[in-house]
């Protein structure tokens, strides 16, 4: 069994820094995606951020260059760190990791952006 568990999200005025973090635990495949998601009201869940083991990184083109993602593999860990936030990137955002076929979701944390 796996568990994500996420912190750092809050409300920010526009402009700010917002760092998320997400540790995952329980039997992980080495070789695996570890990925941010985030879902708006009304909004489909889209992917934000994603790193693979190995280190290789994609982004979605609305926060190329603002967002950036990490990992720590030896903790299991994976950061976002959110800076020149926009009222836009309001939403519940989730960790997620694949191996596999496997996929798993972390329960969500809440970043509110205000202008």
């Known amino acids: 069994q796996v568990q994500l568990v996420e912190s750092g999200g809050g409300l920010v005025q526009s402009g700010g820094s917002l760092r998320l973090s997400c540790a995952a635990s329980g039997s992980i495949f080495s070789r695996n995606v570890m990925g941010w998601y985030r879902q708006a009201p009304g909004k489909q869940r889209e992917l934000v951020a994603s790193?693979?083991?190995?280190?290789?990184?994609n982004y979605a083109l609305s926060v190329n260059g603002r967002f950036t993602i990490s990992s720590d593999n030896a903790k299991n860990t994976v950061y976002l760190q959110m800076n020149s936030l926009k009222p836009e990137d309001t939403a519940v955002y989730y960790c997620?990791?694949?191996?596999?076929?496997?996929?798993?979701w972390g329960q969500g944390t809440q970043v509110t952006v205000s202008s």
């Open positions: 790193i693979t083991s190995g280190g290789n990184t």
């Open positions: 997620n990791v694949k191996f596999g076929t496997f996929a798993y």
